[in-house]
C-alpha cells in the first residue's frame, strides 16, 4: 500500500501528548462502513480493533444508523440526564427481555454515567456500602478504568503511576494460572481470610475480568471462576464481574460469565452496549443490593438517549434470537485460532502462545518487543490490531462480531504476512 504523508500538524501541534492509538496509525481516518476504515486519501484498511471492543456491529451498521437518524429527524430527547423517556424506557423493556429474562438474571439496571470506568467506580461504591468495608479484591494484569477507584483495582503499573497519590483499598490476587498451576488455586487467598493475624482486611467485594483484555488476553478457565464464585459466597464477599470489554457478544455469549455458569453479584457494562460506538454505560446488581439514595451517584451524561436508541436497535436485531449471534461468534472464533495455530507452527521459535475465546484473541511473542512492530507493519499492510499486555507483548484481535468469514481469512493473512516480514 503506498501511504503519502498526511498533515498531522494540528494533532501534534495542539493535541495532548497523551494520544495513544494515533502514533501506531499514522493517518488521518474520515469514514468507515462494517470492518472496514478509510482515510482522507482514500485507503482502505481492515479494523481487527473495532473501537477497543465497541464495535461489535462494525461501523455504522446501516440498522442501528436508520435507528438513529429517525430518532433525531423527529426530535427525540437527546439529553435527559436521568429523566423518564420513551427511549430509556424502550430500552430497558428491551434488555429485560432479549437479555435478563432468557438468563434468569434479576438484575436492577443503573445508568451510572457514559463510561466503562464510571460503571466501574459505582460498582466498587456500591459494594462497600453494602458491605460496610473498604477492601476490594482484583487480579494480577487486571485493568478496569483510569479514575482513581478503577486504577486501585487494575495492575498496570505505569497506568497506576498516573493517579499521581496512593492507590488505596485494593489487593491484588493471582489470576487464573498466573503461577502455572503451581499453588492450588485461591490458596493463599483463602489463608489469609481466615487466618486473624495475616493483616489482610476482609473485603467487600472481589472484581474480575473472565478475559482480561488489556492484560494479554489472559483466559479464565469456567473452573476458576466457578471456584471464585463459591469462595465470594463462602466468605461474605460480593462478585463483580467487569464484562465493559468481553460482554455483549465478545466471547460468544451476551454475558461472559455465562459459560461458567454463575451468576455475579454485580456486572459492569460499556463499550458495545450502545452497539454504534455512543458512549454508554450500566452497572447491573441483585435487587437487594439496590441501596442508593436518590442522586447519591450521579452524572450529567447517563441519559445518552440516542445511544438508548442504537442500544435498542442492536439487540433486536442479534439478540432477538441469541442462539444464532452466538454460534456465528464461536465459528468466527474457530476461524481465528486455527489461522493463529498456523502461524504460531511456522514462527514456533518467536510466539510463546495464542489464546483467546469467541472473538477476542491475543498472540504472545518471546521477544516483547516484537508485537509492536508486527502492528505497524499489519498497517502499512492494511490491517488495524493494536498490542496488550503489561509489556505490549500480545497482538491483540478484536474483529467485529459481524466480520464475514472472508474478511476474517483477509485479515489473517495480512498478519500472516506482517508476522513473517518482521522476523
Partial sequence: MTITQPDLSVFETLESEVRSYCRGWPTVFDRARGSRMYDEDGHE?????????????????????????DYLERDGVTHGLDMSTAAKRTFLRTFQDLVLRPRDLPYKV?????????????ALKLARKAKGRE???????????????????????FKRAGAGIPLVHGTPMPFDRYLDGKVPDFLWFERLLEDQGSGFDKPAAVIVETVQGEGGVNVARAEWLRALADLCARQDMLLIVDD?????????????????????????????????????????????????????????FRGNNPAFVTATAALETYWT????????TRARGEQVEQWLASITEEHRADV???????????????????????????????????????????????PALTISAGELDEGMRLLARAVHETV
Avoid at 49 to 69: C, D, E, I, T
Avoid at 259 to 276: C, H, L, N, Q, R
Avoid at 321 to 328: F, L, R, S, T, V
Fill in 110 to 122: 443503573m445508568f451510572p454515567g457514559p463510561t466503562g470506568t464510571n460503571a466501574v467506580e459505582a
Fill in 352 to 398: 510463546a502462545e495464542f489464546r483467546g475465546r469467541g472473538l477476542v484473541w491475543g498472540l504472545e511473542f518471546r521477544d516483547k518487543s516484537r508485537a509492536a512492530r508486527i502492528a505497524r507493519r499489519a498497517f502499512d499492510l492494511g490491517l488495524l490490531v493494536e498490542t496488550s499486555g503489561p509489556e505490549g507483548e500480545v497482538v491483540k484481535l478484536l
Fill in 244 to 300: 465493559i470489554q468481553m460482554g455483549c457478544g465478545r466471547t460468544g455469549a451476551f454475558f461472559s460469565f455465562e459459560e461458567a455458569g454463575i451468576t455475579p453479584d454485580i456486572v459492569t457494562v460499556s463499550k458495545s452496549i450502545s452497539g454504534y460506538g455512543l458512549p454508554m454505560s450500566l452497572c447491573l446488581f441483585r435487587p437487594e443490593l439496590d441501596l442508593w439514595e436518590p442522586g447519591e451517584h450521579n452524572g450529567t
Fill in 321 to 328: 434470537d441469541g442462539p444464532a449471534m452466538e454460534k456465528q
Fill in 135 to 157: 477492601a476490594v479484591v482484583s487480579f494480577t494484569n487486571a485493568f478496569h478504568g483510569m479514575s482513581l477507584g478503577s486504577l486501585a483495582v487494575t495492575g498496570n503499573a
Fill in 45 to 69: 484498511y481492515l479494523d481487527f480493533f473495532a473501537g477497543a471492543g465497541s464495535l461489535n456491529y462494525g461501523h455504522n451498521n446501516p440498522v442501528l444508523k436508520r435507528a438513529l437518524l
